[in-house]
């Protein structure tokens, strides 16, 4: 089968976006019609409180980005 990595965002600030399933909820249906389809997810990036200006990558953001590619390439 083939592999794929999830990126979530979300308006929602943190941790409001965990409690209301904003990125969470958002990932598992999509690891749930994927695997329906023979694909599986091997990382996923969840980001919260994107509206507030936190729009750029931090560097812990950054290393779970570079993380989630190597998983996908090995």
């Given at each position: 089968?083939?592999?794929a990595v999830f990126v979530s965002t979300s308006n929602t600030s943190w941790p409001w976006n965990i409690v209301f399933r904003q990125t969470r909820g958002a990932v598992n249906a999509l690891?749930?019609?994927?695997?329906?389809?023979g694909i599986k997810c091997?990382?996923?990036?969840?980001?919260?409180?994107?509206?507030?200006?936190?729009?750029?990558?931090?560097?812990?953001?950054?290393?779970?980005?570079l993380k989630?590619?190597?998983?996908?390439?090995k």
């Open positions: 089968g083939k592999r690891r749930e019609i994927f695997g329906y389809s091997v990382a996923n990036v969840q980001r919260g409180g994107t509206h507030f200006g936190k729009r750029e990558l931090t560097p812990r953001d950054r290393h779970k980005c989630a590619t190597r998983k996908l390439l």
